[in-house]
């Protein structure tokens, strides 16, 4: 199943990439001057969750004594307990997490800087750069270290055990990098994911792929976009979701013949691509989680718009709402990229790493990854 993550992401390029209704066509057309030149963008997201009132309606559905085929769901103290001792959640129950991201990018080489810092509850930290190379990932030194200070931080100023653990870590982790500045994380170490960018995507010219994306979904309508003045907005939401991911699914197993070319996937897979489909149209259709929220009346919707401000700017904003109707939400998301072209981008020069695997075997007490094969 490995290269099927790469169908996966498809599935998601479909929702940015829908299809050739005159709303679809709009929705991509709009952002094609950033998939195919250089740019710079700031990314802000704002995730909010209060697990208490979700807990009651949880508590309400087991009270109803009507389980979503013939499930019950319980709520659990342990780790209400936990939560409620972390700096993760305020004392309604409010769960908070932001995140923002400077980013330079050249999507014609599938090249990426960020510079990443983030927000969970009481706790803000710069985290440090994320670096794309093609099919390559690098975390710099101090994106790896902050990770494991942002989890000291979290889990209170009590818990000495685990800040003690995790200071053990962070010396450990350095020992490792013996100085080097930058962790390497190839996609082929992830197990079962392969090549997540497909030699297809990072060989081909970006208008090349997006034209190859809109003669095989020239038959797709997605039924879910609407234009704006400046671009186009994709819905989704609890009542459509599972019917628009059904017919996506259904539609590309219909065209296996793009799947090596687009995908990298070869005709010999493609009865794995089938058993894929199925496993994800289940998972939509899942008559539990359906029946929980239809039980519970709970809805979620989730936006995408995309915009054009003017040549050299433009803007890709994601919201979703989940709750009850006509209460207040109980979760909220909030996603803005702004993008700025330009052809003034520089990128960091990546020399010396350490292999990712390499550095967790060494805190095993394993020397490398021969050795511990």
Same mark, same amino acid.
Request: hydrophobic residues 30%; negative net charge; proline residues 1%.
């Given at each position: ?254 065209? &296996?013949?793009? *799947? ?8 010999? =897979?493609? !009865? /794995? @691509?089938?058993?894929?489909? $199925? ?56 996603? &803005?990229?702004? *993008? ?8 960091? =020069?990546? !020399? /010396? @790493?350490?292999?990712?695997? $390499? ?15």
């Amino acid at each position: 199943m490995k290269k099927f993550l790469a169908l996966f992401l498809a599935l998601s390029c479909v929702i940015s990439i829908t299809g050739c209704s005159e709303q679809d066509k709009k929705f991509v057309e709009t952002l094609r001057p950033v998939q195919t030149n250089t740019s710079t963008s700031t990314s802000t997201v704002d995730l909010k969750f209060n697990y208490k009132e979700f807990e009651k309606i949880v508590d309400d559905i087991e009270s109803y004594k009507i389980p979503a085929d013939g499930e019950e769901y319980y709520s659990e103290e342990s780790l209400n307990d936990e939560l409620e001792q972390s700096k993760i959640v305020d004392k309604d129950g409010n769960i908070s997490v932001s995140m923002i991201a400077n980013t330079k990018s050249d999507p014609t080489k599938n090249y990426a800087d960020g510079d990443i810092s983030l927000s969970v509850g009481s706790v803000s930290l710069k985290l440090g750069n994320v670096y794309v190379r093609g099919n390559d990932i690098y975390y710099s030194r101090e994106y790896l270290l902050n990770s494991l200070t942002l989890g000291g931080l979290l889990v209170g100023s009590n818990d000495t055990e685990s800040l003690n653990e995790i200071d053990e870590l962070k010396n450990n982790v350095n020992k490792a990098l013996n100085g080097k500045k930058y962790i390497k994380v190839s996609s082929g170490v992830n197990p079962g994911t392969g090549n997540i960018v497909s030699n297809y995507a990072l060989n081909t010219r970006k208008e090349k792929q997006i034209d190859d994306f809109l003669t095989i979904f020239k038959d797709f309508n997605s039924l879910s976009v609407k234009e704006t003045e400046n671009g186009a907005t994709f819905e989704l939401n609890s009542d459509n979701y599972s019917a628009f991911i059904t017919r996506t699914c259904e539609y590309l197993r219909a065209r &296996k013949d793009s *799947y090596e070319q687009l995908f990298g996937i070869e005709s010999s =897979n493609y !009865d /794995e @691509s089938d058993a894929f489909f $199925d496993a994800v149209i289940a998972l939509v259709n899942n008559h539990s989680f359906n029946n929980f929220m239809e039980t519970a009346g709970l809805k979620f919707t989730v936006n995408d718009t995309v915009g054009k401000t003017d040549d050299t700017n433009y803007t890709d904003t994601i919201e979703g709402v989940f709750g009850k109707d006509g209460n207040d939400p109980i979760g909220t998301l909030t996603a &803005k990229t702004e *993008y700025t072209l330009t052809d003034n981008v520089t990128f960091e =020069n990546i !020399d /010396e @790493s350490v292999d990712y695997m $390499d550095v967790m075997l060494s805190l095993l007490g394993v020397n490398t990854v021969e050795d511990a094969e």
